[in-house]
C-alpha cells in the first residue's frame, strides 16, 4: 500500500518494513538518474514509562510505526492530530506488534481499560485488591485468589468499557 505523508511518496511492505520515494525531487542536493523506493531506518523510542515504541524519521518529522501504519491502511483518519482523543492502541498490548488488525483508534479513558493486570495490588495480608474506575464510578474490592481478582476486572470491564 502506498500513500502520500509529510512531503513523501511511503510505501508498506507485507512484512511490515515501511519505504520511502527517494527521486531528484525531494533530494535536490543529490541528482539522482534512476529513483527508487529507500527503506526507512526504524528506531526505538522510550517513552517515561519505560514503553519501547518503534519509530521512524520522515522529512525530519520523528513519527510512530504504528501511527504511520494505521493512517496507510486508513488514510481518512488524522495522524497529525495527536490528542488524547485520537490515539492508537495495540490490542494484545504488545507495542512491537504493528499489523493492521492489532491496531485502533481509541480516546485515552479506553487506552487506560487496556492494561492487563495493572488494576490489582497484593497487599501485605496475601489478598488481592482490585481498584478501578470508568468515570464517577469506582470499584474496590479485595479477594482472596489472584484468578477471582482477574475475573472480577474482566467482568467490571466489560460492563463499563466499551470500544
Known amino acids: 500500500m502506498e500513500c502520500e505523508l509529510n512531503g513523501r511518496w511511503v510505501k508498506l511492505e507485507e512484512n511490515g518494513d515501511i519505504y520511502w ?59 497529525w492530530d495527536t490528542s488524547k482523543a485520537n490515539l492508537i492502541d495495540h490490542i494484545d498490548r504488545n507495542t512491537f506488534n504493528n499489523n493492521i488488525e492489532n491496531l485502533r483508534v481509541v480516546t485515552n479513558q479506553q487506552n487506560c481499560c487496556n492494561k492487563g493486570k495493572s488494576n490489582i495490588y497484593l497487599t501485605k495480608y496475601n489478598t488481592y485488591r482490585v481498584r478501578i474506575s470508568y468515570g464517577e464510578i469506582h470499584f474496590t474490592k479485595t479477594y482472596k485468589t489472584e484468578q477471582e481478582a482477574i475475573d472480577a476486572v474482566t467482568e467490571f470491564k466489560l460492563k463499563y468499557h466499551q470500544f
Open 21 to 79: 520515494w527517494f527521486d531528484e525531487n525531494f533530494n535536490r542536493h543529490y541528482k539522482i538518474k534512476n529513483p527508487y523506493w529507500k527503506k526507512c531506518k526504524q528506531g526505538t523510542h522510550i517513552d517515561k514509562k519505560g514503553k519501547k515504541y518503534k519509530r521512524i524519521t520522515l522529512n525530519g518529522r520523528r513519527l510512530f510505526v504504528h501511527r504511520v501504519i494505521y493512517y496507510i491502511h486508513n488514510q481518512e483518519w488524522n495522524i
